[in-house]
């Protein structure tokens, strides 16, 4: 597959010619295959969705199985997280990462600490490592976004603020999840 | 009335003895006869077993299975009673739909798996085929592939694009599709069939062993060719076994979670247990899921009173303890094809998926192919020196494995004896409790002990203890089968002949049928011992930070696409499945389901 053949928006992907070749997780076995598709159904609707299923996507189940899929060669192209993505490809997988145009959904993975935690200090101190600027580079590191100011994504990807973003909130995500996937099952079958 | 007094002392018919007794107890007239009379009917310490196999049986079978069904006919708020989980349960036809293909999947399994083993099983027993090591040596490489590591093995070697058989075919005839499309029904069944038919070879083979050719060679003295005499006596002599075999294949099959998880959910199509794991999945439905358990519980019921219903009609002793010569036959060229259609089957099962799983286990990045600057042995070492709990998960596999194969053993064969040699009133209905977990998919039988033992005052959620108990009830219904098997082929005149020379029960047991038994039992001890170290289904919803076994191990890394350690895992753990098998096999002096060269 030659680099000007790669998708370049989410809709790239309802091409005939990828048909059979799609992947994508399961929304009810990924949380972050869920987000993605209530991202994508806020910005183009569930016809999105039935338009997809009509090109035979292969749908594994977390988010990570598409990069499985694609470094076997039996899909082409799919969905999955950008830090999943570097990962493979600083193993020497033969794949490349595409930054949608048409928008990036967000896989926040948000921490918090227990009424009843046994050590909150040491909880806590954690967490403000968390949001400290060695973390944050640290992280760049297999393709994960920093989120603190002034620290510059892993290299050769574009920065956060460059990029559009489908934004959601949490209660958007709570309540439409379970909901997406019954929809998800009516569609796709499982 | 004489035979009151004369059989309790010879003990030579157990079921006259019994109604015997029970008619004593009950009639009134009994409390005149003479003191001497009621003197030779002692307090039997046979009935504080019964209550022991009973109090187990209740814990590990009818408690978690009550919680069940109980839990199916609840409203989950209230606690009032409600039939509205089953009308949810069959609300939808895609459920239905779910409950279909299973159906479909164990029948075609089952059917595949016959033609699989048998003719195999026939070959390695009663023919002269050459390289019978080898054949069983690779049937024993497949039964302890666990299924879901041969089902990523064939999604490497069918998946419709990438699989090496399609490249391969893609590449030799110039055509634009694969042949093969693992992703489909028929790939499911198939490679289902693949790592299940070994279970039937097993059942099979061990009752061909036992048929003595005394028959066979009445059969060709009358004239009979050699396959008239394999099809109207030989093999309707082992039928109970085959058709044993084939129900437990049928309901092993329907209740198989890991190669549907990897197979049916990219296909885009459910069975029972990935339907299951819908309603486990948030937010849990463990009422409805129940209720959607329940008729496979049904049919299983069914199914076992059949296989019951044919093996009685069919009273079959093998084995006599009179000796009876055993030879195998002759079947000149055929020998040749036997083996190459024996060789066919293992390729499949065992050698190719091997190759491409150990492509995986020895490369950096598995999708890079067979080259040398691709070849690392660090996913074995990461494995066992780098990884957090890759080496504990492998150490808690084999304890809770061993644990759970002991106490299946002893419950079963205690059962099993109780059952045959009718010692005890209601032993049918401790044999039937034993083989009922098998209707019980690993992930239900998860949720129920999950209801049953999770809350106090048990609190055994995610203890090695509640591993091992649901371990070995998965797999009572293996070790009672396989104990029960070993007890009919010894016919009861051996231990008749140790009672009438004056001996008593447990002297029959400990000098007659303790060596008979001995090694088969070890056999039966490693046909629970083997699946339950890759036990999948019912470690899933149980396991915790510190019990997490192998299987669940595989099944995380494959969903983390870690496929190089995943296949060096699956490595160690036919290894080390490899090593015990050959300790056995030292210890025995035959392997576990083979007998050695007559």
């Given at each position: 597959?030659?680099?000007?053949?790669?998708?370049?928006?989410?809709?790239?992907?309802?091409?005939?010619?990828?048909?059979?070749?799609?992947?994508?997780g399961?929304?009810a076995?990924?949380?972050?295959?869920?987000?993605?598709?209530?991202?994508?159904?806020?910005?183009?609707g569930?016809?999105?969705?039935?338009?997809?299923a009509k090109?035979?996507?292969?749908?594994?189940?977390?988010a990570?199985?598409?990069?499985?899929?694609?470094?076997?060669?039996?899909?082409?192209?799919?969905?999955?997280?950008?830090?999943?993505?570097?990962?493979?490809?600083?193993?020497?997988?033969?794949?490349?990462?595409?930054?949608?145009?048409?928008?990036?959904?967000?896989?926040?993975?948000?921490?918090?600490?227990?009424?009843?935690?046994?050590?909150?200090n040491?909880?806590?101190?954690?967490?403000?490592?968390?949001?400290?600027p060695?973390?944050?580079?640290?992280?760049?590191?297999?393709?994960?976004?920093?989120?603190?100011?002034?620290?510059?994504?892993?290299?050769?990807?574009?920065?956060?603020?460059?990029?559009?973003?489908?934004?959601?909130?949490?209660?958007?995500?709570?309540?439409?999840?379970?909901?997406?996937?019954?929809?998800w099952?009516?569609?796709?079958?499982? | 009335?004489?035979?009151?007094?004369?059989?309790?002392?010879?003990?030579?018919?157990?079921?006259a003895?019994?109604?015997?007794?029970?008619?004593?107890r009950?009639?009134?007239?009994s409390?005149?006869?003479?003191?001497?009379?009621?003197?030779?009917?002692?307090?039997?310490p046979?009935?504080?077993l019964?209550?022991?196999?009973?109090?187990?049986?209740?814990?590990?079978?009818?408690?978690?299975?009550?919680?069940?069904?109980?839990?199916?006919?609840q409203?989950?708020?209230?606690?009032?009673?409600?039939?509205m989980?089953?009308?949810?349960?069959?609300?939808?036809?895609?459920?239905?739909?779910?409950?279909?293909?299973?159906?479909?999947?164990?029948?075609?399994?089952?059917?595949?798996?016959l033609?699989?083993?048998?003719?195999?099983?026939?070959?390695?027993?009663?023919?002269?085929?050459?390289?019978?090591?080898?054949?069983?040596?690779?049937?024993?490489?497949?039964?302890?592939?666990p299924?879901?590591?041969?089902?990523?093995?064939?999604?490497?070697?069918?998946?419709?694009?990438?699989?090496?058989?399609?490249?391969?075919?893609?590449?030799?005839?110039?055509?634009?599709?694969?042949?093969?499309?693992?992703?489909?029904?028929?790939?499911?069944?198939?490679?289902?069939?693949?790592?299940?038919?070994p279970?039937?070879?097993?059942?099979?083979?061990?009752?061909?062993?036992?048929?003595?050719?005394?028959?066979?060679?009445?059969?060709?003295?009358?004239?009979?060719?050699?396959?008239?005499?394999?099809?109207?006596?030989t093999?309707?002599?082992?039928?109970?076994?085959?058709?044993?075999?084939?129900?437990?294949t049928?309901?092993?099959?329907?209740a198989?979670?890991?190669?549907?998880?990897?197979?049916?959910?990219?296909?885009?199509?459910?069975?029972?247990?990935?339907?299951?794991?819908?309603?486990?999945?948030?937010?849990?439905?463990?009422?409805?899921?129940?209720?959607?358990?329940?008729?496979?519980?049904?049919?299983?019921?069914?199914?076992?009173?059949?296989?019951?219903?044919?093996?009685?009609?069919?009273?079959?002793?093998?084995?006599?303890?009179?000796?009876?010569?055993?030879?195998?036959?002759?079947?000149?060229?055929?020998?040749?094809?036997?083996?190459g259609?024996?060789?066919f089957?293992?390729?499949?099962?065992v050698?190719?998926?091997y190759?491409?799983?150990?492509?995986?286990?020895?490369?950096?990045a598995?999708?890079?192919?067979?080259?040398l600057?691709?070849?690392?042995?660090?996913?074995?070492?990461?494995?066992?020196?780098?990884?957090?709990?890759?080496?504990?998960?492998?150490?808690?596999?084999?304890?809770?494995?061993?644990?759970?194969?002991?106490?299946?053993?002893?419950?079963?064969?205690?059962?099993?004896?109780?059952?045959?040699?009718?010692?005890?009133?209601?032993?049918?209905?401790?044999?039937?409790?034993?083989?009922?977990?098998?209707?019980?998919?690993?992930?239900?039988?998860?949720?129920?002990?999950?209801?049953?033992?999770?809350?106090?005052?048990?609190?055994l959620?995610?203890?090695a203890?509640?591993?091992?108990?649901?371990?070995?009830?998965?797999?009572?219904?293996?070790?009672?089968?396989?104990?029960?098997?070993?007890?009919?082929?010894?016919n009861?005149?051996?231990?008749?002949?140790?009672?009438?020379l004056?001996?008593g029960?447990?002297?029959?047991?400990?000098?007659?049928?303790?060596?008979?038994?001995?090694?088969?039992?070890?056999?039966?001890?490693?046909?629970?011992?083997?699946?339950?170290?890759?036990?999948?289904?019912?470690?899933?919803?149980?396991?915790?930070?510190?019990?997490?076994?192998m299987?669940?191990?595989?099944?995380?890394?494959?969903?983390?696409?870690?496929?190089?350690?995943?296949?060096?895992?699956?490595?160690?753990?036919?290894?080390?499945t490899?090593?015990?098998?050959?300790?056995?096999?030292?210890?025995?002096?035959?392997?576990?389901?083979?007998?050695?060269?007559?």
């Amino acid at each position: 597959m030659k680099p000007e053949d790669a998708p370049r928006a989410w809709t790239d992907m309802l091409d005939p010619k990828w048909k059979g070749r799609v992947a994508t997780g399961h929304p009810a076995f990924s949380g972050c295959t869920g987000t993605w598709a209530l991202g994508v159904k806020k910005v183009h609707g569930w016809t999105f969705f039935e338009n997809l299923a009509k090109n035979n996507p292969r749908i594994g189940r977390s988010a990570v199985d598409p990069m499985t899929l694609i470094i076997a060669g039996e899909c082409l192209v799919g969905v999955s997280s950008a830090n999943n993505a570097y990962a493979s490809i600083d193993k020497g997988n033969p794949i490349g990462v595409v930054h949608p145009s048409d928008g990036l959904v967000l896989c926040v993975t948000p921490s918090a600490i227990p009424a009843h935690a046994p050590h909150p200090n040491a909880a806590r101190l954690f967490m403000e490592w968390m949001l400290s600027p060695d973390y944050a580079r640290m992280i760049t590191g297999d393709g994960s976004e920093p989120i603190l100011e002034g620290i510059a994504p892993r290299p050769g990807m574009p920065a956060l603020a460059d990029q559009k973003v489908i934004p959601l909130t949490v209660d958007e995500i709570r309540t439409g999840v379970p909901e997406l996937i019954e929809q998800w099952r009516e569609t796709f079958g499982n | 009335m004489g035979r009151v007094s004369a059989y309790p002392w010879i003990g030579g018919n157990d079921n006259a003895t019994i109604t015997i007794r029970a008619k004593c107890r009950e009639d009134p007239l009994s409390a005149g006869l003479p003191k001497i009379r009621r003197r030779s009917l002692p307090f039997d310490p046979l009935i504080i077993l019964w209550i022991v196999l009973a109090a187990a049986l209740v814990i590990l079978v009818v408690n978690p299975l009550f919680r069940l069904v109980q839990t199916s006919l609840q409203d989950t708020d209230t606690g009032a009673f409600t039939w509205m989980n089953y009308v949810t349960a069959y609300s939808r036809p895609r459920y239905i739909t779910a409950m279909l293909n299973s159906l479909r999947l164990g029948a075609g399994v089952t059917v595949l798996c016959l033609l699989f083993a048998v003719p195999i099983a026939w070959a390695v027993s009663r023919t002269d085929m050459p390289g019978k090591g080898i054949i069983r040596f690779l049937v024993l490489g497949a039964f302890v592939t666990p299924p879901y590591l041969g089902a990523i093995g064939w999604i490497l070697l069918a998946g419709p694009n990438s699989g090496w058989l399609n490249r391969i075919w893609m590449g030799l005839t110039g055509a634009q599709e694969g042949l093969f499309n693992i992703y489909s029904f028929g790939g499911l069944t198939f490679n289902i069939a693949i790592y299940s038919f070994p279970y039937l070879f097993i059942f099979t083979t061990a009752a061909l062993d036992l048929v003595s050719s005394e028959m066979e060679d009445a059969a060709n003295i009358l004239g009979a060719g050699i396959l008239r005499t394999t099809l109207r006596v030989t093999l309707p002599m082992a039928l109970p076994a085959i058709l044993g075999g084939a129900i437990v294949t049928f309901l092993e099959a329907i209740a198989l979670f890991g190669s549907p998880a990897l197979i049916a959910i990219p296909a885009r199509f459910n069975v029972v247990t990935t339907q299951l794991l819908q309603f486990f999945s948030q937010p849990i439905r463990a009422e409805v899921a129940a209720a959607y358990a329940v008729p496979l519980l049904l049919i299983t019921v069914v199914m076992f009173g059949l296989q019951r219903q044919l093996v009685r009609r069919r009273g079959f002793v093998a084995l006599t303890g009179k000796g009876g010569e055993r030879r195998v036959m002759e079947i000149g060229p055929w020998r040749w094809v036997m083996l190459g259609y024996a060789l066919f089957i293992l390729c499949l099962a065992v050698l190719l998926p091997y190759i491409v799983l150990g492509q995986a286990a020895l490369s950096k990045a598995w999708g890079r192919g067979f080259s040398l600057d691709n070849l690392t042995l660090h996913n074995f070492t990461y494995l066992l020196f780098e990884h957090d709990t890759a080496a504990r998960s492998v150490m808690n596999s084999f304890t809770y494995a061993a644990a759970a194969a002991c106490i299946a053993i002893t419950l079963g064969l205690s059962i099993a004896y109780i059952a045959s040699r009718r010692l005890l009133p209601f032993s049918g209905v401790l044999s039937f409790l034993c083989m009922a977990p098998f209707v019980v998919p690993g992930i239900v039988l998860a949720i129920a002990f999950y209801a049953a033992y999770a809350p106090p005052p048990f609190a055994l959620y995610g203890t090695a203890t509640i591993l091992i108990l649901a371990f070995a009830t998965r797999f009572l219904p293996v070790g009672y089968s396989a104990a029960d098997a070993a007890i009919r082929a010894i016919n009861p005149e051996m231990e008749e002949a140790v009672r009438i020379l004056g001996g008593g029960r447990l002297t029959a047991i400990r000098q007659v049928m303790a060596p008979l038994m001995k090694r088969s039992l070890i056999g039966a001890w490693l046909l629970v011992f083997i699946p339950a170290t890759r036990e999948l289904s019912s470690a899933m919803f149980l396991y915790g930070p510190k019990t997490r076994t192998m299987s669940v191990m595989l099944m995380d890394m494959s969903e983390e696409g870690n496929f190089e350690s995943l296949a060096a895992l699956g490595f160690l753990l036919l290894i080390s499945t490899l090593v015990i098998v050959g300790i056995a096999t030292a210890l025995l002096g035959r392997d576990f389901m083979l007998r050695r060269e007559r």
